[in-house]
C-alpha cells in the first residue's frame, strides 16, 4: 500500500514562531487531507489538497503531486496550535495516516 | 450543523468482555468510517460503508470485530472477546460520498481501555 512519512516528528516552538511540516507519500494520489488532533482527541479537517496551494487565515498547504510531497505551514503560532498534525493520503481506496508530526507551542 | 456524534466517550472493560460503540454521522452523509487509532500513531481505517453497503473491511480483525449500518445512518462497531492490544481510540468518520475528493469530518472518538 501507499506509504506516508511525516516529518519532523516533534515540534517545540514559542508561541509567535513560524514552523514547516512535511508530509512525503510513496505514490500518486487522489486525495490529500490535513488534519489536526487537538489535546482531547478531536480530529479537524484544515485542508482537502490535491495540488496547488490553499490558505486560511495563519495556516496555508501547498502540495507539489508530481514530486509527492506536501507542505503544512502555521505562521504566528500561538499555543491553541498544539496538537498532532496529520497527513492523509488516498491512493486506490483508502485513506492512509501518516504517524503525524507532535506540535508543542509555549507562551 | 451537526457533527458526527458517537458514544460513549469512554470504556474500560476486562479482556474477553465484549463491548459496542454507537456512531451518528452528519446528517446526509453517505459514506461512514471506523478508525482504530493506538497511541502515538495515526488513525488505521477498520471498515467503510456507503449507505448500508460495506466498501472495504480488509483491515477489520473479523475473528473479534463486526460492524452494522443497517438503515445507512447510524452504526455500530463490537468487540467480542475484547483483547489487551484493542485498547485504543475508535474514531467515527464520514463524508458526502466516497469520491476522490471528499472531506472527512470526524468524531470526538470512544476511548477503550482493555484491563
Known amino acids: 500500500g501507499i506509504q506516508v512519512e511525516q516529518s519532523p516528528p516533534d515540534l517545540i516552538l514559542q508561541e509567535g514562531a513560524n514552523s514547516t511540516l512535511r508530509c512525503n507519500f510513496s505514490?500518486?494520489?487522489?486525495?490529500l487531507q490535513w488534519f489536526h488532533q487537538n489535546p482531547w482527541g478531536q480530529l479537524i479537517n484544515l485542508f482537502y489538497?490535491?495540488?496547488g496551494t490553499k490558505q486560511n487565515g495563519r495556516l496555508s498547504a501547498t502540495t507539489v503531486a508530481t514530486e509527492r510531497y506536501s507542505l503544512l505551514y502555521i505562521s504566528s503560532s500561538q499555543t491553541t496550535d498544539s496538537g498532532v498534525y496529520f497527513c492523509?493520503?488516498?491512493?486506490?481506496?483508502?485513506?492512509?495516516f501518516g504517524k503525524g508530526t507532535m506540535l508543542l507551542v509555549s507562551p | 450543523e451537526a457533527g458526527v456524534a458517537q458514544s460513549p466517550r469512554y470504556k474500560i472493560i476486562e479482556k474477553r468482555q465484549s463491548v459496542a460503540f454507537w456512531c451518528n454521522p452528519i446528517?446526509?452523509?453517505?459514506?461512514l468510517y471506523w478508525y482504530q487509532q493506538i497511541l502515538g500513531q495515526g488513525p488505521k481505517l477498520l471498515i467503510q460503508?456507503?449507505?448500508?453497503?460495506?466498501?472495504?473491511d480488509s483491515q477489520l480483525p473479523k475473528d473479534r470485530f463486526s460492524a452494522e449500518r443497517l438503515k445507512g445512518v447510524d452504526s455500530t462497531l463490537k468487540i467480542q472477546p475484547a483483547k489487551l492490544e484493542d485498547s485504543a481510540v475508535y474514531l467515527c468518520?464520514?463524508?458526502?460520498?466516497?469520491?476522490?475528493?471528499?472531506?472527512?469530518?470526524f468524531g470526538s472518538g470512544t476511548q477503550l481501555s482493555v484491563l
Open positions: 468518520a464520514s463524508s458526502l460520498s466516497t469520491g476522490a475528493n471528499e472531506k472527512l469530518f
Open positions: 505514490d500518486s494520489v487522489n486525495n
Open positions: 489538497i490535491p495540488s
Open positions: 492523509a493520503v488516498l491512493g486506490y481506496s483508502t485513506l492512509t
Open positions: 446528517s446526509g452523509h453517505a459514506t
Open positions: 460503508f456507503q449507505n448500508n453497503g460495506v466498501v472495504d
